[in-house]
C-alpha cells in the first residue's frame, strides 16, 4: 500500500507540481492571473461563510466538511469498502447541497436579482444614513423616558469594540426603535437593570454591566448610571445616554466626561457630530425634516398601541 501510494505521490509530484512550475517559468505573467483566481474564490467563500453562518445550514456545513475528510481519510488508508460508501454519498452530494442551502441560495439569488450587490457581500453604502435614523431613534426613546422619569443607560459603540461589555448582557441582535428601548427600560423588567449595547447599528444587548469610574473629582451627586456611563466613556470611545431616574434629564457621556442636562436637539447634534461626521468620510444626506418623521410617526404608534389596549380592556370588563 505504501509503495503504491509513493508511486502515486510521485506521479502526481512529477505531472502536476514540476509541470506548473516549469510553465510558470516560461510565462510568469500567469501568476498574476493565478492570485487573482485565488482572491476571488477565497471572496467568495469568505462570502458564502457569511451567509450561512448562525443558521441551521451552518451545522449542516460542517458536516459535510467532516465527510470530505472522512472520504479523503478512507482512501488514503486504503479503506475499500468504507471509501466506496462514502463516494457513493459525495456522488449525491450536488442535489444534497442544493436542498440543504435552499433558503440560503434563494436569498442571495434574490439579492443578486436586484442587483444589490453591495448588500449580498455585507457592503453598505448607506451606513452612514442608517446610522442617523439609529441615532434619531435613540433620541426619541430617551426623551419619552425622560417624560416618565425613566431611568436608561444606552451605550453606542464606535471604533474601539466593547465585546467584553456585550458579553456581559443577555444577547439581542435586534433592530433599534423607539418602542424596543423604551421597553427594555421600563421598570420592573427583566432587561431594566444594566445599559443597552447598540453595536454595528443593532441592539447587541441589554442588561450589560459597565465599569463604574472611581474619580475622586466626580460630583459625589451623580448616581451608578451616570458612573458607569463615564467608566465606559474612559475605557473605550463610546459614546453614553443616561436618563437619570430621579430628575427624568438626559446626559451624554464622552471621553470620560459628562455632559449634563442636554435638549433634545443638542443630544442630536453631539450624536451626530461624533459617531457620524467623525467616522464617515463620506456624509451622507438625510432630508430635511426626517426626525420630525421619526417622531412623528413614534408618537401615532404609540397612540395607536393605547387605544388599542383600551379597547381589549373594555371587551375584557363586558
Known amino acids: 500500500m505504501g509503495k503504491t501510494f509513493g508511486l502515486t505521490w510521485e506521479n502526481f509530484y512529477q505531472e502536476n507540481i514540476v509541470a506548473y512550475l516549469k510553465n510558470l517559468n516560461q510565462n510568469p505573467f500567469e501568476l498574476i492571473t493565478i492570485i487573482l483566481d485565488l482572491a476571488i474564490v477565497l471572496f467568495l467563500f469568505y462570502c458564502f461563510f457569511r ?29 475499500k469498502i468504507v471509501n466506496a460508501i462514502l463516494t457513493g454519498i459525495m456522488n449525491w452530494g450536488v442535489i444534497a447541497i442544493i436542498v440543504i442551502f435552499q433558503p440560503e441560495l434563494r436569498r442571495a439569488l434574490e439579492q443578486l436579482g436586484t442587483n444589490k450587490f453591495t448588500k449580498f457581500f455585507g457592503i453598505d453604502k448607506d451606513i452612514a444614513t442608517k446610522t442617523k435614523e ?51 427600560f421600563e421598570p420592573k423588567t427583566p432587561l431594566h437593570d444594566g445599559a443597552v449595547v447598540i453595536s454595528n447599528n443593532k ?57 449634563a442636562d442636554v435638549r433634545e436637539d443638542v443630544l442630536k447634534k453631539i450624536l451626530i457630530t461624533n459617531i457620524v461626521t467623525k467616522r464617515f468620510t463620506v456624509e451622507r444626506k438625510v432630508p430635511k425634516g426626517s426626525f420630525k418623521k421619526w417622531k412623528e410617526k413614534w408618537r401615532k404608534e404609540s397612540k395607536s398601541k393605547v387605544k388599542t389596549e383600551g379597547k381589549e380592556q373594555n371587551k375584557d370588563k363586558e
Request: net charge negative; hydrophobic share 50%; charged share 20%.
Open 134 to 184: 439609529d441615532i434619531y431613534k435613540v433620541v426619541i426613546a430617551a426623551e419619552e423616558l425622560a417624560k416618565t422619569k425613566t431611568g436608561a443607560l444606552i451605550v453606542l459603540e464606535r471604533d474601539i469594540n466593547i465585546q467584553d461589555i456585550i458579553a456581559t448582557g443577555v444577547p439581542m441582535q435586534a433592530e433599534v426603535s423607539p418602542q424596543l428601548l423604551v421597553n427594555i
Open 51 to 79: 451567509v450561512v453562518k448562525g443558521s441551521r445550514a451552518w451545522q449542516l456545513l460542517k458536516g459535510i466538511a467532516l465527510l470530505i475528510v472522512a472520504t479523503w481519510a478512507s482512501s488514503l488508508l486504503n479503506l
Open 203 to 259: 441592539i447587541a444587548a441589554a442588561a450589560c454591566v459597565l465599569p463604574l469610574a472611581d474619580d475622586t473629582d466626580i460630583a459625589k451627586e451623580l448616581g451608578t448610571r451616570h458612573r458607569a456611563a463615564i467608566g465606559i466613556s474612559k475605557e473605550s470611545d463610546s459614546i453614553v445616554v443616561v436618563v437619570s431616574e430621579e430628575t427624568g434629564k438626559i446626559s451624554v457621556a464622552k471621553d470620560g466626561t459628562l455632559i
